[in-house]
């Protein structure tokens, strides 16, 4: 099969022909029909814990079709349609069974850097991380729906608890993840501050319903959430980004708000005054990607056009390199995608 690989950490995407894998007991053969492409790939690329041999094939956001099925899996067919999740979990740890697999005491590491990943023809992946894919959504849109929808939604429905009528912050709201976070937001009946760099990015966000947009090189996040609420304060943020918005988003806060960190690509430092917290009670919160339910739920979501996945292209996969390097711009509206 064709694949892209990397021959070391840090190493150029080649293209390479390789075996086609064959699936164990309880995995799956899975022809990959689209693989979308985020900052997390590059992240891995550079040099991840969870992976030492070589070559790797990178791409973790995967939807395709059942191409063969391993022994003892009864619930799959060759040719049913899939999105995958992306956590390598043991199915059998308290959090697991309770529905909290992604924080599995036994995580295995991630689709994409533990096992290759999607940047090929196809893939094997445990039965377990398949949620069937209906036909009135597309591959490419499949293929966003675990991280970039999947991730918003479990940290603002499950994690946030958003609630209609309140205030959201979104932060990287331009990004992969931050238009259906700002999606997910308005979905939830709230009124959501989209923030991010550029007016590309920002002019999408309020096309898909953003109430107001900041560039924070142009304002400070503080001063406008403080306008926006005539100085109450948000009721929650979602943070994208991280130390860089981190300071302002918290003093944007109101009392009793929630802030639900997501992603930290800005760094990995951030100091804060316990007392801010205590006097405040303010509630600060991780997520971590979704469920295989929640992300049954997402698809039902999807199919019924409550939320639009944006891609922003889709491209063959000898061009992951290109795709690879416009991703770290930090240009791309959307998620661009794979087509193996
Ligand atoms: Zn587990």
Not at 72 to 87: H, S
Not at 172 to 182: D, E, S, T
Not at 290 to 308: K, N
């Amino acid at each position: 099969m064709r694949a892209m690989v990397i021959e070391e950490f840090g190493g150029p995407l080649v293209a390479k022909d390789i075996p086609v894998p064959e699936p164990g007991p309880g995995e799956v053969l899975v022809a990959v029909r689209a693989c979308a492409v985020d900052r997390f790939d590059v992240a891995i690329r550079k040099g991840r814990r969870e992976r030492s041999t070589f070559p790797h094939i990178l791409g973790h956001e995967i939807a395709g079709q059942v191409a063969e099925v391993g022994d003892g899996v009864t619930k799959w067919d060759i040719g049913d349609r899939i999105a995958a999740t992306l956590y390598l979990v043991c199915g059998t740890c308290r959090w697991c069974r309770s529905g909290r697999e992604t924080i599995c005491e036994n995580f295995g590491g991630h689709v994409g850097v533990a096992i290759p990943g999607g940047y090929a023809e196809y893939l094997v992946l445990p039965e377990h991380n398949l949620v069937s894919l209906p036909e009135t959504i597309d591959f490419p849109a499949g293929s966003v729906l675990a991280n970039a929808i999947g991730t918003p939604y479990h940290a603002l429905k499950y994690r946030m608890n958003l609630r209609p009528g309140e205030k959201l912050i979104v932060t990287g709201a331009g990004g992969g993840v931050g238009l259906h976070a700002v999606q997910l937001g308005v979905m939830l009946g709230a009124e959501v501050m989209a923030v991010d760099m550029g007016h590309a990015k920002l002019s999408k966000a309020k096309e898909l319903g953003a109430a107001i947009t900041i560039d924070p090189r142009v304002q400070k996040i503080r001063d406008a959430a403080n306008r926006w609420t005539n100085g109450v304060g948000v009721d929650g943020v979602l943070e994208l980004v991280g130390p860089a918005t981190m300071p302002e988003t918290l003093a944007s806060l109101a009392k009793g708000g929630r802030m639900v960190i997501v992603g930290s690509h800005s760094g990995a430092e951030w100091s804060i005054d316990p007392g801010d917290i205590y006097r405040n009670e303010w509630e600060i919160k991780g997520s971590r990607n979704v469920s295989a339910t929640e992300l049954a739920e997402v698809i039902e979501l999807v199919a019924d056009g409550a939320i639009t996945p944006i891609v922003a292209g889709t491209f063959p996969l000898e061009e992951a390199e290109s795709l690879q390097k416009r991703v770290t711009t930090g240009k791309v509206v959307g998620r661009e995608v794979l087509i193996p």
